[in-house]
Every structure is written in structure tokens, then in C-alpha cells.
T-cell receptor, first 112, second 115 residues
Framework: GDSVTQMEGPVTLSEEAFLTINCTYT??????LFWYVQYPGEGLQLLLK?????DKGSNKGFEATYRKETTSFHLEKGSVQVSDSAVYFC???????????FGKGTRLSVIA | EPEVTQTPSHQVTQMGQEVILRCVPI?????FYWYRQILGQKVEFLVS????????KSEIFDDQFSVERPDGSNFTLKIRSTKLEDSAMYFC?????????????FGPGTRLTVL
């Protein structure tokens, strides 16, 4: 079945460090890919998305590129801030009305 | 900015009791979802709801679970007789209609603890 695998956390970085959170997927067809973020005490918020191969999603300095050849959608940010501390979830959706399939989530802690 | 809200934020119940988790989706949204996350595990789909009926459900969503949209604004998840393994964070989500509105918007979750 469809699945998403994320790197295990927690990830602890110093402020201004480079961030990569790996995400790979298995899916039938051509899924849309998403990164959601959950800040402490809040719900899941869409961070960015990409709907077809080679698309790059970006938001708030975060980027991820849909790589069909490696079935990956790695999340990157060039310089993290303390306010980026949160849990990050990679997810896919195979078609419009189908539910999201999530990875386990990766907790990021950024220290000053 | 409109948001999905959920109540309560934390529910503690005894095994075998019924619980109702409440959600208020974004007002013009038409698709509604429940997901759950057992501590340390993946966020899992439970059920989707459209046009006043279930459109899809997972194998987790057995006869102990039901959903309802009783009054046009609330969207509820009922667990009839809770088990210890129902302890989890339950997320509600909603989505608008059309190809440009494929994003699901999530609430903050209800943490259910079954003792």
C-alpha cells in the first residue's frame, strides 16, 4: 500500500544551521506530496506542497522538491531559527478525495 | 483566518465508556476527516465524510466508531465503548471543494486517554 518514511528524530540544531529532513514514499500512481508542521500546542499546518514531478514547494524559507526518480521529497532550510522548533510530517495523497498518508513525524529542536 | 477547532483539548475516560469528540470545521468546507496518532506512531486516517455520509473509512474505523454532522456546523466522532488502545491524539480536518482547494486544514487535536 501507499506509505511515507521519514527520518527518525529528534533532530537538534543550533540556530542558523542547515536543515534536511528526509522523506521517501511508496505510492501507486502519481501522488501529491506535502509537508505539514505542528508547533507546540497547535494543529497540523500545511507548510508546503508539490503536485507533480520536479515541482518545488516553498514557504517560510523551507523548500522541498518532488523527485520521482528517487521517490523523495526532502525538506530543507538554509538557516533555521528557534521558532522553527516543531514536529514536521511528510504526507502524500494519491488523488483529490483520498485521505492523506503520513509519515511518523520528525521533531526538530533549534537551540540559540 | 478561519480555522478548525476541536473540543475538548484533553479527554480522560474509563475503559468501556462512550466519548464524543467535537470539531467545528471551516464554515464553507464540504469534506471532513478524522485522523488519529497513537503516541510515537504515524498519523492514521480514520474516516472521511461528504454530503452527510461516510465516503471512505479505514480498517481502524470499526463498529465502535461513528461520525455525525448533527447541526451543519459541528462534526463529531463517537467511540461507543472505549478500549485502552483507543488512547491517542485525534485530529479533525476539513477541505473545500475543487482542484484548487485540495489542502486539508487540521484542528489542534483532542488527546484521548483511556484508563
Amino acid at each position: 500500500g501507499d506509505s511515507v518514511t521519514q527520518m527518525e528524530g529528534p533532530v537538534t540544531l543550533s540556530e542558523e544551521a542547515f536543515l534536511t529532513i528526509n522523506c521517501t514514499y511508496t505510492a501507486t500512481g502519481y501522488p501529491s506530496l506535502f509537508w505539514y508542521v505542528q508547533y507546540p500546542g497547535e494543529g497540523l499546518q500545511l507548510l508546503l506542497k508539490a503536485t507533480k514531478a520536479d515541482d518545488k514547494g516553498s514557504n517560510k524559507g523551507f523548500e522541498a522538491t518532488y523527485r520521482k526518480e528517487t521517490t523523495s521529497f526532502h525538506l530543507e532550510k538554509g538557516s533555521v531559527q528557534v521558532s522553527d522548533s516543531a514536529v514536521y510530517f511528510c504526507a502524500l495523497k494519491v488523488s483529490g478525495n483520498t485521505p492523506l498518508v503520513f509519515g511518523k513525524g520528525t521533531r526538530l529542536s533549534v537551540i540559540a | 483566518e478561519p480555522e478548525v477547532t476541536q473540543t475538548p483539548s484533553h479527554q480522560v475516560t474509563q475503559m468501556g465508556q462512550e466519548v464524543i469528540l467535537r470539531c467545528v470545521p471551516i464554515s464553507n468546507h464540504l469534506y471532513f476527516y478524522w485522523y488519529r496518532q497513537i503516541l510515537g506512531q504515524k498519523v492514521e486516517f480514520l474516516v472521511s465524510f461528504y454530503n452527510n455520509e461516510i465516503s471512505e473509512k479505514s480498517e481502524i474505523f470499526d463498529d465502535q466508531f461513528s461520525v455525525e454532522r448533527p447541526d451543519g456546523s459541528n462534526f463529531t466522532l463517537k467511540i461507543r465503548s472505549t478500549k485502552l488502545e483507543d488512547s491517542a491524539m485525534y485530529f479533525c480536518a476539513s477541505r473545500g471543494q475543487g482542484p484548487s482547494t485540495d489542502t486539508q486544514y487540521f484542528g489542534p487535536g483532542t488527546r484521548l486517554t483511556v484508563l
